[in-house]
């Protein structure tokens, strides 16, 4: 198991305890909360992001980011991509 693969498999059994810093535990959260709901980002969100060092350019980028990969998400599994639609 690569060092990658020990993270995610840490992150996804129990995320609370993962090894990652203040500040990445912030920014995947507000990711989270950008995927799930986006209109429930609150300006407390960004200040989050803003205590843990992240400025806004810093924040825009993280934005942009996650809104670009549900982006491209949600076209390949639109066009099943990677998957057998059937007839």
């Excluded at 990658?4 to 535990?25: G, N, Q």
């Amino acid at each position: 198991m690569t060092l990658d693969e020990a993270l995610v498999k840490a992150l996804v059994e129990d995320y609370d305890h993962a090894p990652i810093s203040d500040a990445d535990r912030a920014m995947l959260d507000y990711v989270t909360t950008v995927t799930e709901d986006a209109t429930r980002v609150r300006p407390a969100d960004l200040d989050r992001l803003r205590g843990h060092g992240f400025d806004d350019r810093a924040i825009l980028q993280i934005t942009l980011i996650a809104a670009w990969f549900n982006y491209v998400n949600r076209v390949a599994d639109a066009l099943g991509v990677g998957r057998d639609l059937g007839p």
